[in-house]
């Protein structure tokens, strides 16, 4: 599978990779008369990708074989338009998606399954191209038979109210956040979108929806920090001493895992170190954010100061029991000797 260029990409992938998220989004989101013909109890993930090298800028895409009604088998494809801006050739792209599947359903089935194009849309501006493909031609009557034709179904997202999105909360946790976060009042939003995500707060990936949430806000909005997620997690969240100690150890594990990284890709052990302590630090700095606000960030310069990956780590597990950032800074001040 190609590896995902952009943060919109992977949460878009975490978000409808969940079984139920994926059934509630066709049910929900494709024409009544289209999903009336889908049996969504058999709904099967394809794990390859079908998006090609030149569409990866555009596109991420997940594919289901999904079982029909009256019999027989079909492809739906969800493709995630992840640009701020419409494509006036997204029907030609969706095209060669679309004979990349009916290649692969060859190969695999040795037979053709119908393919049902879905693209997702989350910019601000709405959609004005065409949702059909003989619109690209200015054709005279009698060669339109010889061009191909046909539909996919849009679901912008900036045409649906908040409301309409939070119908359910496994899929509009996700689809809030997609909605707005190219527009400058996902600030103001961000507590509906915790509140929503509250209620599902008991399911089991639960806390790792919340991180991939967390993930991709401060990653990819513009102008959001740990503190406005703190904040917005505080109004919903009656126990939130609690949910921040376990959302900061995510996010420190997150880092550790990142610094891990860097240095395998360093490939030395010098460099594995400098990655691991980096990593600890990047984790580190969200997780006193998320926990203490800015009194946690205030020690900050003084834990970049500490070499040793070893008393960062003491940091790391510390986090988890401290209850004040003055209680944090007296556990590593007994280990650091610099």
Same mark, same amino acid.
């Given at each position: 599978?190609?590896?995902?260029?952009?943060?919109?990409?992977?949460?878009?992938?975490?978000?409808?990779?969940?079984?139920?998220?994926?059934?509630?989004?066709?049910?929900?989101?494709?024409?009544?008369?289209?999903?009336?013909?889908?049996?969504?109890?058999?709904?099967?993930?394809?794990?390859?990708?079908?998006?090609?090298?030149?569409?990866?800028?555009?596109?991420?895409?997940?594919?289901?074989?999904?079982?029909?009604?009256?019999?027989?088998?079909?492809?739906?494809?969800?493709?995630?338009?992840?640009?701020?801006?419409?494509?006036?050739?997204?029907?030609?792209?969706?095209?060669?998606?679309?004979?990349?599947?009916?290649?692969?359903?060859?190969?695999?089935?040795?037979?053709?399954?119908? &393919?049902?194009?879905?693209?997702?849309?989350?910019?601000?501006?709405?959609?004005?191209?065409?949702?059909?493909?003989?619109?690209?031609?200015?054709?005279?009557?009698?060669?339109?038979?010889?061009?191909?034709?046909?539909?996919?179904?849009?679901?912008?997202?900036?045409?649906?109210?908040?409301?309409?999105?939070?119908?359910?909360?496994?899929?509009?946790?996700?689809?809030?956040?997609?909605?707005?976060?190219?527009?400058?009042?996902?600030?103001?939003?961000?507590?509906?979108?915790?509140?929503?995500?509250?209620?599902?707060?008991?399911?089991?990936?639960?806390?790792?929806?919340?991180?991939?949430?967390?993930?991709? &806000?401060?990653?990819?909005?513009?102008?959001?920090?740990?503190?406005?997620?703190?904040?917005?997690? %505080?109004?919903?969240?009656?126990?939130?001493?609690?949910?921040?100690?376990?959302?900061?150890?995510?996010?420190?594990?997150?880092?550790?895992?990142?610094?891990?990284?860097?240095?395998?890709?360093?490939?030395?052990?010098?460099?594995?170190?400098?990655?691991?302590?980096?990593?600890?630090?990047?984790?580190?700095?969200?997780?006193?954010?998320?926990?203490?606000?800015?009194?946690?960030?205030?020690?900050?310069?003084?834990?970049?100061?500490?070499?040793?990956?070893?008393?960062?780590?003491?940091?790391?597990?510390?986090?988890?029991?401290? %209850?004040?950032?003055?209680?944090?800074?007296?556990?590593?001040?007994?280990?650091?000797?610099?």
């Amino acid at each position: 599978m190609a590896e995902l260029t952009s943060p919109h990409d992977k949460f878009f992938k975490e978000a409808l990779t969940q079984p139920e998220a994926a059934r509630i989004f066709l049910r929900d989101y494709l024409p009544a008369e289209v999903a009336a013909q889908l049996d969504l109890a058999r709904l099967q993930l394809v794990k390859d990708s079908f998006v090609d090298e030149s569409l990866q800028e555009q596109f991420s895409d997940l594919l289901y074989e999904v079982g029909l009604r009256d019999g027989g088998n079909a492809y739906v494809c969800l493709l995630f338009e992840h640009k701020s801006y419409v494509d006036p050739l997204v029907a030609l792209q969706v095209l060669r998606y679309m004979v990349r599947v009916w290649d692969y359903g060859l190969r695999q089935r040795a037979r053709l399954w119908p &393919v049902i194009p879905v693209v997702v849309y989350h910019g601000v501006a709405r959609w004005t191209v065409a949702t059909n493909f003989q619109p690209l031609f200015d054709l005279p009557e009698a060669l339109r038979p010889y061009v191909p034709d046909f539909y996919y179904h849009l679901g912008d997202l900036s045409a649906y109210s908040d409301e309409e999105l939070k119908r359910t909360a496994e899929l509009g946790v996700g689809l809030l956040v997609l909605k707005h976060i190219f527009r400058p009042e996902l600030r103001a939003r961000l507590p509906e979108v915790m509140a929503l995500w509250y209620t599902i707060r008991d399911q089991t990936d639960a806390l790792g929806y919340l991180e991939a949430i967390l993930r991709y &806000v401060t990653s990819a909005a513009e102008g959001i920090s740990a503190e406005d997620i703190r904040i917005a997690l %505080e109004q919903v969240a009656p126990q939130g001493g609690a949910l921040m100690s376990t959302i900061a150890q995510q996010w420190i594990q997150f880092g550790e895992q990142r610094g891990e990284q860097r240095g395998e890709q360093r490939g030395e052990q010098r460099g594995e170190q400098r990655g691991l302590r980096q990593g600890l630090l990047d984790g580190i700095s969200l997780a006193l954010e998320l926990r203490f606000g800015l009194d946690g960030l205030g020690l900050l310069p003084e834990i970049a100061k500490i070499e040793d990956v070893d008393v960062l780590k003491i940091v790391h597990e510390g986090l988890r029991r401290a %209850e004040t950032p003055e209680e944090l800074r007296r556990l590593y001040q007994r280990f650091d000797t610099n």
